[in-house]
């Protein structure tokens, strides 16, 4: 007698075409699930329904799992005694270093609850980039150039964008699903709650907007 016979169907079969079969399905899932991924564009506007630049928008993926990290390092530059750029969004646990093209020495840091650091008077690379995995706003200066300033919001997802000068960004890669989208900009109070919308994504693009109460600068 087959001694496959008295299996169940699902145990039938040697090893090899079990692994062979769950290759192949493991090969479709991804597959439909990169089909699916679409694009969100989100119009931020101001208080007087002007474009608003340098607001990020965020979407958390409503279904509590961890999200994949980004694992390259991002850089903020000292140049002419600014900061540059001056907003910068990134995932928690990403790593940001802050060389100092400038011939002055500068000395960073933050007393920001999100990232409390500092990096005495330097000139070039500093030794080891500074981590930042506590989601939040870090706002960060100079402690020899007051009018030296850069926000960081750190997100805990992988999905965000910052708006450019029309006020638009636009996140890639979004799974079907629900998520909550947020937007956040420095010119809102800090102690002001952050600004959601649901936003539910189809194998299609989609679009949102957002109204911030931010003054015109
Ligand atoms: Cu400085």
Redesign the pocket.
Known sequence: MDRNAIKPPHLAGNPASIARRAIVFTALATSAFVAHAAALTVQVLDASGQALQDAVVYAEAAAGHAPPKLQKIVEIE?KG?RFIPLVTAVQAGTSIAFPNNDT?R??VYSFSPAKVFDLKLYTGQPENPVTFDKPGTVVIG?N??DQ?VTYIHVVPTPHFARTDANGKARIEGLAAGKYQLKAWHFGLPTSAPISEQPLAMTAGDSAASFKLDVKAR
Do not use: K
Request: net charge positive; with cysteine; charged share 10%.
């Open positions: 000292q005694r002055v500068h000395h100079c020899i150039h030296m």
